[in-house]
């Protein structure tokens, strides 16, 4: 397979698995009633990141941007593990929340306090709202973000032209 071919493949996987990210995050939510906590969202604003860096450079930008391309969507697969890794440790109590995890919310009102209080809590990030085979959303994300960020930052040899 050619290096430029090779590129717009992996370009097209950023793609297509933030899609199904997003998509099976959004059924959690909407139609399973699974509702996110802080870090659950910051690692979803990351796939809405990475999804449209990936759609854009493989269906919009010219294919001389999509390596640089590449390399910035695992840039931020990789930052989606490290979140993921420390949800992850936090549901496993490994280690404390160091504040990113807010649950409670501050009124600056009466009538704000009035709407937080009638309104429900936000998910906590220290409990898993959801487990397959042992592993939490995070735990699969977390996998999943690392592969992701590897093929995105280590690809680059395997890119490299064959001289015959």
Known sequence: MESAKA????????????????????IAEYIFDIKPCSLCLYQRYLLIIITFIAGSSAYILPSKLIKRMIFVTGLCFLIAAVIAFYHVGLEEKWFKD????????????????????????????????????GLSFAGYNLGFSSLMAFLGLFPFKFFKQKVS
Do not use: D, H, M, V
């Open 7 to 26: 590129q717009l493949f992996l370009i097209k996987i950023y793609f297509y698995s933030g899609i199904i990210g997003l998509c099976s995050a959004w």
């Open 98 to 133: 160091i504040g990113i995890c807010q649950t409670q919310r501050q009124a600056n009102s009466i009538e704000a306090l009035r709407q937080q209080l009638l309104n429900a809590e936000p998910a906590s990030c220290s409990q898993a709202s959801w487990r397959l085979l």
